[in-house]
């Protein structure tokens, strides 16, 4: 188990940082329920001086998510009274509030920010705690850019704010400047004062990833005495962001024998909470993203997929489940091998192939892998389909799967203001099928003209594009997700025609329901 760490999650306030990803109170509201099932010890919802919106979104959440004591819901404040009495009047209707304020304490906020000596810095601090103190209990002081500040300097400004009354003291690394080694080493040694003058007050951490190292300085403080860690879900903020929850809580968990510290948060919400966070605020997740990236349980190389069918553990040191995903990926690819394809036309029911069989439709995979990015269930069955009808068409896998399936043929969509349409024609077994549709939306009449044609009931429920690569030639990727009588399907294509690759990744989808209500394979 080993001592507690104390979560605070600022995705709403410096996740709500990156340009562009502002979000409305119904949508704060709804992060914030989530982040309380993640089961976060903090949430800090904002900075309410600095809107209209903003004070009434944080109010909300003190309302609506902060109505129990086991979570404190906090918001920004200058040191400033103004800035102050906005926290105070938004979060107040929390059960468990607080006010938390910044001052910066490094001779460069000092001097070129404000203009001001170091005891008249220090004065407005303490001053600004002893306000902060008449209207809560509970007041977190922030020394901005604390890693680059002169550390006597530092530590002068934690004794006073401790002796006026806060409750938290939390030490940024504002820039992402700090090193693992030297941050650990700070927070050394502020511990050890702190824990001498008043052992019940937190000492908390902020870390800024600048230089990619938000979650090893962040690691290094828990290791070094903190006892409470700033973050945010998928890393979002300012810049190149915060240190991410996932990776930190995951880091805890995953090396307990080296940290000995653990957190409240239950980690099967973790692959939830990114996801409400990416769609609502407007971020991807970067693909390769540890945690909560699309590949970060995804597997497409021959020797470790190979490696983990012998063994789940060859490769895979966090479990796919423990973050809320049912399982790991193997993609199937060109770089893939025997071992994989071979796993995969067994979950299919092509069970009992003789080695002379495997191999030819292994062959036929590769010619396809080459072809394709990734190769599908649905391809499977008619690769399979093709070898047996190629050697012997009697044989019950020579079964016409293909006929089954569907494949995009041609698309034209006209997109304008008032009447975005689309026609597509797409071939099932040896027909071509026509169809065209109007939407609210170019990709809403394409989507709508293929379910004219496809017939099969489903609800679209996320879909997104990407770009791949760079340049006029950039091929544009689209995931899609869509439900079937209360089953989801996933699936992606890639194209330099976005159109098209929005059309052929609902192909692919739909092709995955027809997989899913084919009859078993027996041989
Ligand atoms: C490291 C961080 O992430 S800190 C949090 C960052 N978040 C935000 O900035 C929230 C959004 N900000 C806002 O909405 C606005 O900037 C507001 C409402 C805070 C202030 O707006 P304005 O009054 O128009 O001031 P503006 O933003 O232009 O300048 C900041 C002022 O605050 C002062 N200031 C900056 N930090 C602090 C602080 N920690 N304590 C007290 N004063 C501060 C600056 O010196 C400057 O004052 P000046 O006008 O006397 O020179
Ligand atoms: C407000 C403080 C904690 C902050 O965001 C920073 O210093 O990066
Ligand atoms: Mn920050």
Known sequence: MGRKIWVFDTTLRDGEQVPGAKLNLYEKVEIA??????????????????????????????????????????????????????????????????????????????????????????????????????????????????????????????????KAGATMINVPDTVGFAEPEEFGAMIY??????????????????????LGMATANTLAAIKNGADKVECTING????????????????????????????????????????????????????????????????????HQDGLLKSRDAYEIVHPEDVGLDDM???????????????????????NLSNEEFEGIFDGFLKLADAKKEVYDHDLYVIVESYYEKHDANHANATHYSEQFFDIVDLQVVSNASFPSASVKIR??????????????PIDALYSAIADIVQIDVKLVEYNINSVSRGK??????????????????????????????AMAYINAINSIVVANLTPVTN
């Not at 502020?190 to 902020?206: A, E, F, G, P």
């Not at 995951?250 to 990416?278: D, G």
Request: charged letters at 25%; proline letters at 1%.
């Open 428 to 441: 099932k077994g040896g027909e071509v099928l026509k169809a065209s549709a109007v939407g609210s939306g």
């Open 329 to 351: 990926e193997l993609v199937l690819t060109a770089r893939s091998g025997r071992h994989a394809v071979k796993n995969a036309l067994e979950k299919l029911g092509f069970s």
């Open 236 to 303: 979002i903020g300012e810049r190149a962001g915060n240190a991410a929850l996932e990776e930190v809580v995951m880091a805890l968990k995953t090396r307990s024998s080296i940290y000995n510290a653990t957190t409240r948060i239950n980690t099967k919400e973790i692959m939830n909470t990114s996801r409400l966070v990416s769609s609502f605020m407007g971020l991807d997740v970067q693909v390769n993203k540890a945690i909560t990236g699309d590949n970060a349980f995804a597997h497409s190389s021959g020797i």
């Open 473 to 502: 030639e950039a091929l544009g990727k689209v995931k899609i997700t869509i439900e079937h009588e209360g089953a989801k399907y996933i699936a992606k294509a890639a194209d330099t025609d976005i159109l098209k690759a929005s």
């Open 33 to 162: 329920q989530q982040l309380k099932k993640l089961g976060v010890d903090i949430i800090e919802a904002g900075f309410p001086a600095s809107s209209q919106g903003d004070f009434d979104a944080v109010k909300a959440v003190a309302q609506k998510v902060g109505n129990t004591n086991d979570i404190m819901i906090t918001a920004l404040a200058r040191a400033v009274q103004a800035d102050i009495d906005s926290v105070y009047n938004a979060v107040k209707y929390a059960e468990n509030p607080m006010i938390h304020m910044v001052l910066g304490t490094s001779d460069i906020h000092v001097e070129k920010k404000f203009s001001k000596s170091k005891d008249q810095i220090l004065q407005i601090g303490v001053d600004a705690v002893k306000y902060a103190k008449t209207l809560l209990p509970q007041v977190q002081y922030s020394t901005e850019d604390a890693s680059r500040s002169d550390f006597e300097y530092l530590w002068k400004t934690i004794e006073a704010v401790m």
């Open 189 to 210: 040694k502020l511990n050890d004062r702190m824990k001498n003058l008043n052992d019940s007050v937190l000492l908390s951490v902020h870390c800024h990833n600048d």
